[in-house]
Nanobody, 121 residues
Framework: QVQLVESGGGLVQPGGSLRLSCAAS????????MDWYRQAPGKQRELVAG???????NYADSVKGRFTISRDNAKNTVYLQMNSLKPEDTAVYYC???????????????WGQGTQVFVSS
């Protein structure tokens, strides 16, 4: 089986920083895309940032220049460094991975459990 576990959320003041982590465990052969999504109360889940196996990245316009996504393939982990946080960044953040497992039964797209980020003074 495969499991994604997130960490790093919390309460931060505007202008502050947080670093989210998401580690995948299980019988994993390779991870293709790793993404971060977020969902604010009353809003749809939106893509925040993504990184592919080759290292290419993409970001939502609202976070460009403030957030940085990175990955450690040896640890099957994706990170989201969030700087200059704003109240509108408040949301539950979810990681998402498209992976291949040694058993094809477990290959596919997985979601983390979500971690709350709250930006407020």
């Amino acid at each position: 089986q495969v499991q994604l576990v997130e960490s790093g959320g919390g309460l931060v003041q505007p202008g502050g920083s947080l670093r989210l982590s998401c580690a995948a465990s299980g019988d994993i052969f390779a991870i293709n895309a790793m993404d971060w999504y977020r969902q604010a109360p009353g809003k749809q889940r939106e893509l925040v940032a993504g990184i592919i196996s080759g290292g290419g990245t993409n970001y939502a316009d609202s976070v460009k220049g403030r957030f940085t996504i990175s990955r450690d393939n040896a640890k099957n982990t994706v990170y989201l460094q969030m700087n200059s946080l704003k109240p509108e960044d408040t949301a539950v953040y979810y990681c998402n991975m498209d992976l291949a497992a040694f058993s094809s039964d477990y290959s596919g797209v997985y979601w983390g459990q979500g971690t709350q980020v709250f930006v407020s003074s």
